[in-house]
């Protein structure tokens, strides 16, 4: 079945330009994925500095794979090591409202 990812990620406004700079790296990477269906980057545009990652997979089990795989781990590491960002993975699958 398949799942919505949501990433929201808090910075610090000097770590924006690190921090995007990895965003684009899963980017690149993340439509060759098995499973991976589409992604949306959102920027919040009321002055919190917040980035939204929205990506579609085709089951919780593709998005498992990815976020396993050692290319991302290490994307996330790079991510950490940038200091003072806060990351909240939120998953959904859909339902039927009927």
């Not at 790296?25 to 980035?51: C, F, M, T």
């Not at 939204?52 to 990815?66: K, R």
């Amino acid at each position: 079945m398949a799942v919505k990812v949501f990433i929201r990620r808090k910075y610090s406004k000097n770590k924006e330009a690190k921090l995007f700079q990895q965003i684009r790296k899963i980017r690149n990477l993340v439509p060759e994925q098995a499973g991976y269906i589409s992604g949306e980057y959102l920027k919040a545009i009321d002055g919190r500095n917040e980035i939204m990652t929205i990506s579609s997979w085709f089951s919780l089990e593709d998005w498992q794979a990815w976020f396993d795989s050692d290319v991302r781990q290490k994307i996330e590491a790079d991510i950490d090591a940038i200091g003072d960002i806060a990351s909240d993975y939120t998953i959904y699958r859909y339902i039927k409202t009927r």
